[in-house]
C-alpha cells in the first residue's frame, strides 16, 4: 500500500450547538443572533457522505471524496469556526476547529502522500495513517467526554466518530476490509445524526417549533 487511494479513508464528521436563544419576531420568522451551523452543517454531510462511500467500498479510490473535503468542507468550517468565535459562541467554535483541523489535515495527508510530499516510504505510509486515525481517535476522545453536560445527542454522536475512527484505526493496522467497512457504516450513522441537526437548526431558523435534542447526560 504506497499510496493514500490504496488504503481506507477515515470517516468524521463534525457537530454544532444549535442556536437556542430566541429573540423578536418579525413576520413570523424569528430574529436570531446567528448560526453557523447553517452554513457548516449541510458541507459536513457532502463531506461525510463522500468518506462513507469510500470506507464502504461503494467508490473505490480511497482519495476520492478529498476534492469536497478540500474545497467545500474545511473552507465551511474554517468560516463557521471564525463566525462562531466573533459570536462568542464558544463551544460551536471548539468544535468546529477541532474538525476543520481534521478534515483539512485528511485531506493534505491524502494529497501529500499521493505526491510524495513528505518523502515517506510506501512501507511507513500505513504507520503515518495509523498515527494519523490515533491522534484523532484521541482528540475527538476528548471533546466526546467534555460535551457530557450538552444534550446526549452530541456525545452520542461524538461516540459514533470515535467507534468509526476506532474501527479505522485497526482495520488499517489488521490491514482487514471487513473492519474498515464496518468503520464506514458507522460513517453513515454519523451522518443520519447530523442531516438531524440540520433540519432542527433550519426548522427553527425559519420560524418552527424546536425540534428535540435530548436531556443532558450531566448537569
Do not use: K
Not at 129 to 154: A, F, K, M, N
Amino acid at each position: 500500500m504506497t499510496a493514500i487511494s490504496d488504503r481506507p479513508a477515515p470517516p468524521t464528521a463534525a457537530v454544532t450547538v444549535p442556536h437556542a436563544d430566541d429573540a423578536a419576531s418579525s413576520g413570523g420568522v424569528p430574529e436570531r443572533e446567528g448560526n453557523p451551523g447553517l452554513v457548516a452543517l449541510p458541507l459536513i454531510i457532502a463531506g461525510a457522505v463522500g468518506l462513507g462511500f469510500t470506507n464502504t467500498g461503494v467508490v473505490h479510490n480511497g482519495a476520492a471524496a478529498v476534492p469536497i473535503l478540500l474545497s467545500a468542507t474545511s473552507v465551511g468550517l474554517l468560516l463557521a469556526t471564525i463566525w462562531a468565535a466573533a459570536l462568542r459562541q464558544n463551544v460551536n467554535a471548539t468544535v468546529y476547529a477541532i474538525f476543520f483541523g481534521f478534515y483539512g489535515s485528511y485531506a493534505v495527508l491524502s494529497i501529500g502522500l499521493t505526491h510524495n510530499w513528505f518523502g515517506i516510504s510506501g512501507g511507513d505510509a500505513t504507520q503515518t495513517t495509523e498515527l494519523w486515525l490515533g491522534s484523532w481517535l484521541l482528540t475527538i476522545g476528548l471533546l466526546t467526554v467534555l460535551t457530557l453536560r450538552l444534550p446526549w445527542t452530541y456525545p452520542a454522536l461524538l461516540g459514533v466518530v470515535d467507534i468509526a475512527l476506532a474501527l479505522l484505526l485497526v482495520g488499517t493496522a489488521a490491514d482487514s476490509r471487513a473492519i474498515v467497512h464496518a468503520g464506514g457504516v458507522a460513517v453513515f450513522l454519523f451522518v443520519a445524526f447530523v442531516v438531524y441537526y440540520y433540519v432542527a437548526a433550519l426548522w427553527e431558523e425559519t420560524g418552527g417549533s424546536a425540534l428535540p435534542l435530548g436531556r443532558p447526560l450531566v448537569r
